[in-house]
């Protein structure tokens, strides 16, 4: 059973575990002579990695790929891809008091329902570590993109944080990367510090997060209709993501609140080809792109790992109240941004190549031929 491996042309397959000796991918149909080096794989996984400041788990990983295979003198071979990330700091001590314990929120108790054993030093396959993996190979997805579609821009951001929202009349993509919330709003990243520091210290909890993805200059056509939906691939991307509870595309579930002459995008003909009023499809109809952004948010829930006493049970099934030691992200929803990245290029890349296999990028003309 394939149930590591995502991807239909462009496919990876993580493996690893977070208290393991390493973690990685298995990237395979990459295009060959994709130009690629580590660096261009370590700008992103240096914007997920743990310790960076201090509103992320002080957990100190340098998170350094190693490519093993598949480039020969700085370029892909067509070969799958070997990507390897050391573990160099783990603390497995630390939850060798709930060996026996189900954690509230976690996936332990449902993976030894499951397994009937479970990996309890950080969570296993379970933790959020794992994500490392899909942004290696989203950094690879990156560079094959250049290459295909290099007017596309792939761009996370959070949108929010618990109950606090950003005010997008102060939306400036520039701010994104100057703050520690990758927020595009300097001051709600300035007040969700403040909060956030509360949070940690002196009230021992997380919060939860929603974090949006937008895929800029995607052209027209990528996707099919039924079972090959772009934005169907793009919801199990990030619903596979590990802390994700809910999914949207472009209004997402406030359409529902929408009529039919609100939620229409008009189309009007420009000099260029077809332009929308609007887009509440988010890029988006009957599976297929339309040219316009492409506009995806996730939700991440609270980190389950806090101080705070919980009621829980035990192996044999006596009750207890578990603390849960560690280094742990106060809110998760920080350094998911760039997995929703990461697995933004991945499914952007293999419609690319499923749509060059099936239509070799011949379009329906519009207006004067």
């Not at 939850?95 to 189900?102: C, K, S």
């Not at 039924?226 to 595309?249: H, R």
């Not at 806090?306 to 006596?318: E, T, V």
């Not at 809110?331 to 933004?344: H, N, Q, S, T, Y």
């Amino acid at each position: 059973m394939s149930i590591n491996s995502f991807g239909h042309l462009f496919r990876f397959t993580t493996w690893g575990e977070s208290h393991g000796p390493a973690l990685g991918a298995t990237v395979d149909g990459c295009p060959p002579n994709v130009p690629l080096e580590p660096a261009m794989i370590q700008q992103w996984l240096d914007k997920r990695r743990p310790g960076l400041n201090k509103n992320t788990t002080q957990r100190n990983e340098p998170d350094a790929v190693e490519i093993l295979s598949g480039v020969y003198e700085g370029r892909t071979t067509g070969t799958p891809i070997q990507l390897m990330i050391r573990n160099t700091d783990q603390r497995s001590k630390d939850y060798g008091d709930i060996l026996n314990t189900f954690r509230p929120g976690h996936a332990d108790i449902t993976y030894h329902q499951k397994y009937g054993l479970r990996d309890p030093r950080g969570g296993g396959r379970s933790s959020a570590r794992e994500t490392a993996s899909r942004v290696a190979a989203g950094g690879v997805a990156r560079e094959a993109i250049k290459l295909i579609a290099p007017n596309v821009q792939i761009k996370g951001y959070m949108t929010q944080m618990g109950t606090k929202q950003i005010d997008r009349a102060r939306m400036d993509w520039s701010q994104i990367d100057q703050n520690d919330f990758f927020c595009p709003d300097a001051q709600a990243a300035e007040e969700w510090n403040d909060y956030l520091t509360w949070l940690r210290k002196d009230d021992h909890n997380s919060v939860g997060a929603i974090i949006e993805v937008v895929a800029r200059g995607v052209p027209a056509g990528i996707g099919a209709p039924v079972y090959a939906k772009l934005d169907t691939d793009l919801a199990a991307a990030m619903m596979s993501i590990n802390a994700v509870k809910g999914v949207e595309i472009g209004e997402g579930m406030a359409a529902a609140a929408l009529t039919g002459r609100d939620n229409a995008d008009e189309i009007f003909m420009g000099p260029n080809g077809p332009e929308y009023s609007s887009n509440h499809a988010g890029g988006i109809l009957g599976g297929i792109s339309t040219g316009q952004d492409i506009v995806v948010r996730f939700a991440v829930k609270p980190t389950s790992s806090i101080l705070s006493p919980r009621k829980s049970i035990m192996m044999d099934g006596s009750p207890t109240e578990v603390i849960t030691k560690g280094r742990h992200d106060p809110c998760v929803g920080i350094r998911a941004v760039p997995v929703g990245e990461a697995m933004m290029a991945c499914v952007i890349l293999d419609h690319l190549l499923l749509d060059r296999g099936q239509t070799g990028g011949v379009r329906g003309v519009i207006g004067a031929a």
